[in-house]
């Protein structure tokens, strides 16, 4: 099977277990958030914080030195193997230790038990980073979909039950570890690979110094992107974090089954491309494809929030649909972003990744430092979106000239797309507005999705129908079913 088909299988698989997720994390927090109270919705959602950085430390930057290995080595992998646990029983002493304590101080009270019942996650999520590495590195996507599939669905429905029988917050603990589980075994299931000797301290210094910028980024980039939810909770308490999760679960979502497989597989791609020479060549083509084809849809959910937040989460979350619809329209930064980063590794460019990240973070502690208290909840999130629009203008100075590519033609094959998004967005909000708002959600929120994909195709068509033709023309002709559509052939030619 040639590298191109590979890649078009794992950008399937990849969307295939991202999508399936998505759609049962997504019901299970709909029915949760229904039957708990939004104080423990929000203290879950800064505990889970810590759990997530947690797990980027886990990690320590092996997924992708694995990946990227040209042969397996099985005493390579093994040290590997134990240095994530060292890992991840560190991180179980800072969370037990030192993060408890200042979070049941300065957030809630109760939330140290809860950080200490989920750091035993590091340690179950640190036992399956290896054999992970090795089904991707093996482009074994469908088996890393179902495992995840599965695991998700029975966690779920225990944390569901959990719920509805009033078990509060510890329904969502249970459900996060028991996915952590059940994820782990399904994976060392599938994998067939155990760790049987200490392995070798050769490559130790090698991984050691990769973990330091890629870690470091990734922790920064978490950090940077749920900043929110640290400050909202210092400064508002669980209610006010529990209305921004609400609203910014829909994005997630769609970060979810949009962003995040694409930047899994683009890695694999861009590594190829980067040995000859036509990384920022790559880079422009999928990006182009990818913003025609992501970007209506973030600015079609936030057009459609109102009606959507009311019958996915209930009438007493209405307020978290401006959230929803802020953090959808500054999505194009989140894009760019993703794929930049995905880039600048393959690149081996981990420092300037670090050093992004770390202007992201800062940049985002000192927006919300200075909007929370100023302006509110709404306020501190429509400051966020600005902050995002000008860090990636930012992004692609910087990163632009690296990875072999100009600023100016990255921004004009994103901008069709934004601007056919944004006259998508104004219209559909005006029509909901001014024609559907004595109608039913559920019958405005179909009719607004009808009229606002229509209004995209067209424009897309009509006004920049020279774009998208030299774009997608030729992968258009040649894939004429729409469930292989694809942007692996722009990416790998």
């Known amino acids: 099977m040639s590298f191109a088909q590979k890649f078009r299988r794992s950008v399937a698989w990849s969307a295939v277990g991202s999508a399936g997720n998505n759609v049962i994390s997504f019901l299970v927090f709909a029915l949760v958030v229904r039957a708990v109270e939004p104080s423990v919705i929000g203290v879950m959602a800064v505990a889970l914080v810590f759990v997530d950085m947690g797990k980027s430390f886990v990690s320590a930057g092996v997924p992708d030195l694995i990946v990227r290995q040209k042969v397996w080595n099985d005493s390579y992998a093994m040290m590997c193997f134990w240095l994530n646990l060292a890992a991840a029983g560190l991180s179980v002493l800072l969370m037990v230790r030192v993060i408890g304590p200042l979070a049941e101080i300065y957030f809630a009270p109760g939330t140290m038990i809860v950080l200490a ?20 590195r093996a482009f074994d996507y469908k088996s890393l979909a179902w495992r995840g599939l599965s695991a998700n669905l029975l966690s779920g429905v225990l944390g569901v039950s959990l719920a509805l029988t009033g078990w509060g917050i510890w329904a969502l603990v249970a459900q996060r570890i028991s996915s952590s589980l059940l994820t782990t075994v399904f994976t060392f299931m599938v994998a067939r690979w155990f760790p049987t000797t200490w392995g070798t301290l050769e490559g130790l210094l090698g991984v050691v110094g990769h973990a330091v910028g890629l870690v470091g980024a990734e922790l920064l980039k978490l950090l940077s992107d749920r900043l929110p939810d640290l400050m909202l909770g210092l ?7 529990a ?37 920022g060549d ?5 990006l182009a494809v990818i913003a025609m084809l992501t970007f209506p849809l973030f600015f079609g959910a936030a057009s459609v929030a109102p009606s959507f937040v009311v019958l996915a989460f209930g009438e007493q979350w209405r307020s978290s649909a401006v959230i929803m619809q802020i953090l959808c329209a500054a999505s194009p930064p989140v894009l760019l972003g993703a794929m930049l980063q995905s880039a600048l590794s393959a690149n081996h460019d981990t420092k300037l990744v670090f050093s992004l990240s770390a202007v992201s973070a800062a940049t985002t502690f000192v927006t919300l430092l200075v909007a929370v208290p100023l302006f509110g909840l709404v306020g501190a999130t429509a ?22 590519m100009r600023p ?46 229509t209004l995209y195709l067209l424009i897309m068509t009509t006004i920049f129908r020279e774009h998208t033709m030299q774009f997608m023309g030729e992968w258009i002709r040649r894939t004429p079913k729409l469930s292989k559509l694809t942007f692996a052939r722009h990416v790998a030619r």
């Open 408 to 453: 100016w033609p990255v921004v004009t094959v994103l901008l069709p797309a934004l601007a056919g998004s944004a006259v998508m967005l104004t219209s559909v909000t005006a029509l909901d507005r001014f024609a559907l708002s004595s109608y039913p959600e559920i019958v405005a929120l179909g009719a607004s999705v009808l009229f606002g994909a």
């Open 383 to 404: 400051a966020l979106a600005i902050r995002a629009y000008l860090g990636m203008m930012f992004n692609i100075a910087v990163t632009g000239p690296v990875v072999g």
């Open 243 to 279: 209305v921004y999760r609400v609203g910014a679960r829909g994005f997630d979502a769609l970060v979810q089954l949009t962003v995040t497989p694409v930047r899994s597989a683009s890695l694999s791609a861009y590594a190829q491309q980067a040995h000859s020479g036509r990384l």
């Open 282 to 286: 790559s880079v422009i083509k999928s």
């Open 117 to 136: 019942a989920l750091s035993s996650c590091f340690i179950l999520d640190g036992l399956r980073v290896v054999p992970e590495s090795r089904l991707r």
């Open 235 to 241: 400064f508002l308490g669980p209610v006010g974090v």
